[in-house]
């Protein structure tokens, strides 16, 4: 399907497509989640690790995703 976006590179296009087509090809290996793009697939799999690579500078407080870790700071 054509939407009419363009984009200046060509994986930007492909990611773009998925949205269309609703294919979601990575695949959580620990609860068979399904993401469209391998990055979101990564930062689910955070719940899984418990991995938090994103710390709070002035509390120590840690995030899995840098999104929550903003949101949490406005709270200083």
Request: proline share 7%; aromatic share 10%; charged share 25%.
């Amino acid at each position: 399907p054509d939407c009419g976006k363009s984009f200046s590179w060509r994986s930007a296009l492909t990611r773009h497509h998925l949205t269309h087509t609703g294919e979601r090809p990575f695949t959580c290996p620990d609860c068979g989640q399904c993401f469209s793009q391998r990055g979101n697939l990564a930062v689910h799999h955070r719940i899984h690790t418990g991995e938090k690579p994103f710390a709070c500078p002035d509390c120590g407080k840690r995030f899995s995703d840098r999104s929550t870790l903003l949101k949490h700071r406005f709270t200083h």
